[in-house]
Nanobody, 116 residues
Framework: QVQLVESGGGLVQPGGSLRLSCAAS????????IGWFRQAPGKEREGVSC????????YYVDSVKGRFTISRDNAKNTVFLQMNSLKPEDTAVYYC?????????WGQGTQVTVSS
C-alpha cells in the first residue's frame, strides 16, 4: 500500500526555518520524482518544488527560490524540504506527491504557519 506521511510543520516567526519530511512506504522512492505542494486558505494548491528520480535535478517556484531546498535520502525513503527565511505568505498546508503511472498519491499534509 502506497503511503506518504508528511511531518515537520508548525508555527514559526517570520525569518525562521522549518524542515519538512515526506516519508514514503509501499514503494521505493528512488524511482520516482517527488513534489511538494502547498495550499493556503481560499487558494488553489500550487507546486512548490520537485526533485527528479534520475539525476536529482530540482525545480522551485519563483516565490521560494533561494529560500527552500528540496533533497532526498533514498536510504530512508524520505524527501525533505528545508525552508529558510520564512514569510507569512508561506503559510499553508504542505503536501508531498508522487505519480505512479496514472495515479497521483498524496500525503495528509502538514500545517506551516508563519506569524509573529
Amino acid at each position: 500500500q502506497v503511503q506518504l506521511v508528511e511531518s515537520g510543520g508548525g508555527l514559526v516567526q517570520p525569518g525562521g526555518s522549518l524542515r519538512l519530511s515526506c516519508a514514503a512506504s509501499g514503494f521505493t522512492l528512488d524511482y520516482y520524482a517527488i513534489g511538494w505542494f502547498r495550499q493556503a486558505p481560499g487558494k488553489e494548491r500550487e507546486g512548490v518544488s520537485c526533485i527528479s528520480s534520475s539525476d536529482g535535478s530540482t525545480y522551485y517556484v519563483d516565490s521560494v527560490k533561494g529560500r527552500f531546498t528540496i533533497s532526498r535520502d533514498n536510504a530512508k525513503n524520505t524527501v525533505f524540504l528545508q525552508m529558510n527565511s520564512l514569510k507569512p505568505e508561506d503559510t499553508a498546508v504542505y503536501y508531498c506527491n508522487v505519480r505512479r503511472g496514472p495515479i497521483d498519491y498524496w500525503g495528509q499534509g502538514t500545517q506551516v504557519t508563519v506569524s509573529s
